[in-house]
């Protein structure tokens, strides 16, 4: 029996059905949170038990330590589960869970400070040996950035140190360009994270993104499950995501995970996280990019190829168990693929659509999964992300779990609100997806085409 008998779930939408289907496995209680917006939504209805923690504004409610942390003692929980996003990698969270004696489902305090700063991170990774995509330090000003861009050479991209999510990004291909890019940089850090902390990187055109997903204990044993190909983006935003990386040699495949285990052990990290890379495909070097110290929302490809229930695991490594499994016993086998599902408009610059799901019937068969807090009469609100499912395929190889998106896609059937669901028809039918010819530009570059056609 686990030492954890009720877990608060601190989040929202399909991650929290995600994890509440995991208590249910693992035998354990859970207690949803929700905002005023949330009291209908599906993950009430699942949970042992519903909280309302506030108005339906996130900084009201889902961002909120202190309401977290009462909700947790009131209902007895155990042990607490960010999810993804809010305050999932925020160290604050961690140490108030650590101080009422509250388990933290997820890594310490120490390991989320670490990885938070994306600076931070850099010299850590550095410090161990491993390549860093070349760059400074933090930059005081516009004219020190550009001494730095003088000489790495265009493009160049700003970063913040404490970003996420394409927020504080920006790449500059021209000098005329770069004043009013770095400003904007800042305002968007300034907005976003309350850290205006930028640094400058040598931008990768041809690059592909790939990650790596870390499961480790408290006993020390460190071990991956396969990398993921994350390369088809949208503003710095992950669509289409797959398992394992498509073209990749079987020599660099081991040679990117061998790296995400090692940073891992080295940074004595605890439960699920993920390493990412940056591949440059001129090259053939790759560079660390950052780590995520949470569950990612891209977890289902990897659990399809690997029969590994990750978020099963987050509970059990939470609960001082030890892994149930060696590297040498994980089998990694098949292909698969996800596709992101958002209410969002792409004929209008995929602007959000919230409104009431009117019919909601997703689809059903051999090797398509799906991950959702939708159903028909459900209403989309306009407080979060647009988020209303993930399709998942699978197949012995890459043609067949493709081939199962297309028709999964094709029989998906959402009326009430716009959703994503045409422009990824037109992606996954281009032929530089189906034969795996990706970079992190890929997706960019067919918005204006899709546009008109």
């Not at 909120?64 to 999932?88: K, N, V």
């Not at 067949?400 to 999964?408: F, I, P, S, T, V």
Request: proline share 6%.
């Amino acid at each position: 029996m686990l030492n954890i008998s009720r877990v608060l779930v601190a989040n929202r939408g399909e991650i929290a059905v995600r994890i509440i289907k995991a208590c249910m496995a693992l035998g354990v209680e859970s207690v949803a949170v929700v905002s005023e917006a949330d009291r209908e939504s599906l993950p009430a209805k699942m949970a042992n038990r519903a909280v309302c923690i506030g108005p339906a504004p996130s900084a009201e409610s889902y961002l909120r330590i202190d309401t977290l942390l009462c909700a947790a003692l009131a209902t007895g929980s155990d042990a607490i589960h960010p999810g993804y996003g809010f305050l999932a990698e925020q160290p604050e969270l961690a140490e108030a869970c650590r101080k009422h004696g509250v388990v933290f489902i997820g890594p310490s305090p120490e390991n989320l400070e670490q990885m938070g700063n994306k600076l931070l991170a850099r010299q850590i990774v550095k410090n161990f040996g491993i390549p860093v995509i070349p760059g400074s330090e933090k930059v005081k000003n516009h004219k020190e950035a550009m001494q730095v861009a003088r000489k790495m050479g265009f493009p160049v991209i700003f970063k913040a140190a404490a970003g996420g999510g394409g927020r504080g990004m920006k790449i500059v291909t021209h000098p005329d360009e770069f004043k009013t890019a770095f400003e904007t940089a800042v305002a968007e850090a300034r907005t976003a994270f309350g850290d205006e902390t930028i640094y400058v990187e040598r931008y990768i055109l041809n690059a592909r993104h790939i990650e790596v997903q870390i499961l480790a204990d408290h006993f020390g044993n460190v071990i991956h499950l396969g990398e993921r190909d994350c390369s088809s983006q949208r503003r710095y935003q992950k669509i289409i995501e797959e398992a394992p990386a498509p073209s990749l040699s079987m020599d660099l495949r081991e040679k990117i995970r061998t790296v995400g285990v090692r940073i891992a052990n080295d940074m004595k990290y605890e439960n699920a996280g993920t390493v990412e890379f940056i591949l440059d495909q001129e090259s053939g070097q790759f560079y660390f990019l950052e780590m995520n110290t949470r569950i990612q929302v891209e977890h289902p490809v990897t659990e399809m190829i690997s029969g590994v229930d990750i978020v099963k695991e987050q509970i059990r490594i939470a609960a001082q168990y030890p892994l149930g499994f060696t590297q040498s016993e994980v089998q990694l086998t098949g292909h698969s693929i996800e596709c992101r599902i958002n209410a969002e408009s792409p004929a209008t610059g995929f602007q959000p659509c919230p409104g009431r799901i009117t019919q909601w019937i997703p689809p059903q068969g051999p090797g398509i999964r799906v991950d959702s807090h939708c159903y028909a009469g459900y209403f989309v609100p306009p407080y979060y992300d647009s988020l209303l499912a993930k399709v998942i395929t699978s197949g012995t190889e890459r043609s067949k779990a493709l081939e199962r998106m297309k028709d999964a896609l094709e029989s998906f059937s959402v009326y009430g609100v716009e959703t994503t669901i045409p422009f990824l028809k037109y992606l996954l039918n281009d032929p530089e997806y189906r034969e795996g010819r990706l970079n992190t530009q890929w997706v960019e570059e067919r918005m204006e085409k899709f546009s008109m056609s």
